[in-house]
């Protein structure tokens, strides 16, 4: 999954290359919630973009790949199991997550309101993040168990935000996002995401 990732970042950096190029470089500041919020601290990510569509559109159309690291509330978990045996025991464990990386590959749709300097937008963008990690999980005298896996999540992530021509060449843009996947294996993950990015033409 990985070498998809890598490859198509050096599709979109090939293609930028042969036509007029419009390159988005963008930080994120990424807070988990739901379940992935009981589990993960804020964080910050970084995303390079490429706008498919003429820059007078109004209509946007992008494609873009990221990266961030999620680390943990705690460094191990607390976490349980159900034996049954006559009786119902609850058994203690823990839980630990490292090395916890998602890479979002997303298309990116957007409509800018006003041709003016300064415009709201709204964007629904769909993304497939690529997750990587190494899972512990302990219970006591039961199991124990180590693996560096990962998975796949699909989703859609509504966003608005604004965007200042700060130059023909520069623009800046911010928003505020809600992602939320269908991650396999896992069900529902969401988190907040509030950007910050400059786009160049070239």
Excluded at 190 to 201: F, I, P, Q, R, T
Aim: with cysteine; proline share 3%; charged share 15%.
């Amino acid at each position: 999954m990985k070498n998809f990732a890598l490859s198509f970042l050096c599709i979109v950096l090939t293609y930028s290359g042969s036509l007029e190029a419009q390159v988005s470089v963008q930080a994120n500041y990424i807070k988990p919630s739901g379940v992935l919020g009981r589990v993960f601290k804020p964080t910050i990510g970084l995303e390079i973009g490429y706008e498919l569509s003429d820059q007078e559109s109004q209509f946007k159309l992008a494609v873009a790949i990221g990266i961030f690291r999620f680390v943990t509330v705690e460094d191990t978990l607390s976490s349980y199991a159900i034996e049954h045996s006559g009786t119902t025991t609850l058994l203690p464990g823990y839980e630990v997550y490292e090395n916890y990386f998602s890479i979002p590959i997303g298309v990116l749709i957007e409509y800018q309101f006003l041709d003016k300097k300064l415009s709201p937008v709204i964007a629904t963008d769909l993304y497939a993040h690529i997750n990587s990690y190494t899972h512990y999980y302990h219970v006591d005298t039961f199991i124990s168990s180590q693996e560096t896996t990962g998975d796949l999540g699909l989703g859609f992530c509504p966003r608005v935000g604004l965007r200042f021509k700060l130059s023909e060449d520069i623009h800046i843009s911010t928003g505020l996002a809600k992602n939320i996947s269908l991650v396999i294996g896992s069900g529902i993950q969401s988190y907040w995401k509030v950007s910050l990015g400059a786009k160049y033409y070239f």
